[in-house]
Nanobody, 125 residues
């Protein structure tokens, strides 16, 4: 059974840092693309960052220059290091995995078949 579990969320003050983790199981982690998305209440998922199976990365506009995505294939875990956090970064953060061959853009949430339950990040001003 495919499972993704996010951890590391919580509350932090504006300008602070936080690292999220996504632990994966039930699929071949090393050959899958993994993405971090976030969702504001009532809104669609927004791309934060993605890391391809080959280790290359892409970032959403709001994350560029402040966030860094990385992975440890041996631990089947993806990390999202967030720095210079802003109140507008407050959202539910989800990791997602492309566990089946799929078309479309890796930057689009529809590309991913499996999702974790999410972890809340709250940034106070």
């Amino acid at each position: 059974e495919v499972e993704l579990v996010e951890s590391g969320g919580g509350s932090v003050q504006s300008g602070g840092s936080m690292t999220l983790s996504c632990s994966a199981s039930g699929f071949t982690f090393g050959t899958s693309d993994i993405g971090w998305f976030r969702q504001y209440p009532g809104n669609e998922c927004e791309l934060v960052a993605v890391i391809r199976s080959d280790g290359t990365t892409d970032y959403g506009d709001s994350a560029q220059g402040r966030f860094a995505i990385s992975k440890d294939n041996a631990k089947s875990t993806v990390y999202l290091q967030m720095s210079r956090l802003k109140p507008e970064d407050t959202a539910m953060y989800y990791c997602a995995a492309d566990v089946l061959p799929a078309g479309g853009s890796i930057l689009n949430s529809l590309y991913y078949q499996s999702w974790g339950p999410g972890t809340q990040v709250t940034v106070s001003s």
